[in-house]
């Protein structure tokens, strides 16, 4: 029997669909699955043994170029159609999956307008399915798939099944340009989120501060430097903190190599952060305006701390305090980097996953 499901992007919410993928192996080995989903993140879908083939297919890319559109869907149905699937799973609820789900001309499956992003989404589905709010990411998706394909729910602790994948990485040399950065032992850091979410990130001088922290422990402080804002903001970071080194740009399996060889992490609320978890780095997570308890995955050596700012977490990405206009984030710099440090250093102290 096959399958096509939909979680188009972005990289934490594809992440947090691998479990539901593992669970799905178990209970339905009959099932061949297939994934549609932008091309940035198909090859965390071919890192998960229980996915059959990555389709990636880019919105995006049309709407920076809507007159290729016809001809790029024309091909998509064609493509999907020659696939001859059974049935299709959205696990994303918004228009736009549903309307490329369609295109495969076969029954629909998807989240009620209850428990839907965009409730409209679910008249194009031919069943719906409840899943409350009040459920993490990770929970809502492996609920889904429960419900939709008729098994039963797991109770087990979410298995992201790249374990094996970062072993392989572990043993595998780095290109000669990279191995530099991990002769040292390091931490790495996720220090940047979209711009459109500067509520997310925690302030600079609360990294410098967590940089000291780990110099006196003998452990660098690795930091993506992805783009001119990231590259900006780690040479701000690296004055008088020797230990503080800019990674290149990486492609996503670049980067997840090097994270591969972390003593731990400490992120925001990103895709990077959630990557790190997946393949079992052991690391804390810091939420501010979001809510660790709608993200947070809840397995061993991980920690979440949420601000303790009483407007926190609020859900915005744009912080309405008046303090924010002087680059003041106060849910972010009521996360003390003490508190962080101790978390941390209960982590580094642990043995390692």
């Known amino acids: 029997m096959n399958l096509l499901v939909l979680r188009l992007s972005s990289l934490g919410d594809v992440l947090h669909t691998l479990p539901a993928i593992s669970d799905l192996a178990i209970h339905r080995p009959d099932l061949q699955v297939d994934w549609l989903l932008e091309p940035a993140f198909a090859p965390i879908v071919a890192w998960h043994p229980g996915v059959h083939q990555a389709i990636p297919f880019s919105l995006r890319a049309l709407k920076k170029k809507p007159l290729a559109a016809p001809q790029a869907l024309f091909t998509l149905r064609r493509v999907l159609r020659a696939n001859r699937y059974d049935v299709v799973l959205d696990a994303q609820g918004l228009y736009k999956s549903a309307l490329l789900a369609r295109m495969a001309g076969v029954p629909v499956l998807g989240l009620d307008a209850q428990s839907a992003r965009e409730p409209g989404a679910s008249h194009l589905y031919?069943?719906?399915?409840?899943?409350?709010?009040?459920?993490?990411?990770i929970e809502r998706n492996r609920q889904l798939f429960a419900l939709a394909l008729q098994y039963p729910l797991s109770s087990t602790p979410p298995d992201f099944a790249l374990a094996c994948r970062r072993s392989q990485w572990q043993e595998q040399a780095?290109?000669?340009?990279?191995?530099?950065f991990v002769?040292?032992?390091?931490?790495?850091?996720?220090h940047a989120t979209s711009?459109?979410?500067?509520t997310k990130e925690w302030p600079e001088t609360h990294w410098k501060a967590l940089a000291s922290r780990l110099k006196d422990e003998g452990l660098n402080l690795l930091l993506p430097a992805a783009d001119e804002r990231e590259r900006q903001r780690v040479a701000r970071l690296q004055?008088?903190?020797d230990n503080v080194l800019a990674l290149p740009p990486l492609s996503l399996e670049g980067l997840a190599k090097v994270t591969s060889r972390a003593q731990a992490f400490v992120g925001m609320d990103t895709g990077l952060s959630y990557l790190a978890t997946a393949l079992g780095l052991r690391g804390v997570t810091l939420y501010g305006s979001t809510s660790a308890e709608r993200l947070f995955v809840k397995i061993d050596q991980q920690i979440s701390l949420q601000s303790p700012q009483s407007c926190a977490p609020c859900g915005k990405p744009c912080c309405p305090l008046p303090e924010a206009q002087n680059g003041w984030i106060l849910c972010q710099e009521a996360l003390d980097p003490e508190r962080v440090w101790l978390a941390l250093s209960s982590l580094l102290e642990s043995p390692a996953a």
Do not use: E, Y
Request: no cysteine; charged share 20%.
């Open 239 to 241: 004055i008088g903190a």
């Open 183 to 190: 002769d040292k032992p390091f931490v790495i850091g996720f």
């Open 174 to 180: 780095l290109d000669d340009a990279l191995q530099p």
């Open 195 to 198: 711009a459109v979410w500067k």
């Open 126 to 137: 031919q069943q719906r399915f409840s899943v409350p709010w009040t459920s993490s990411a």
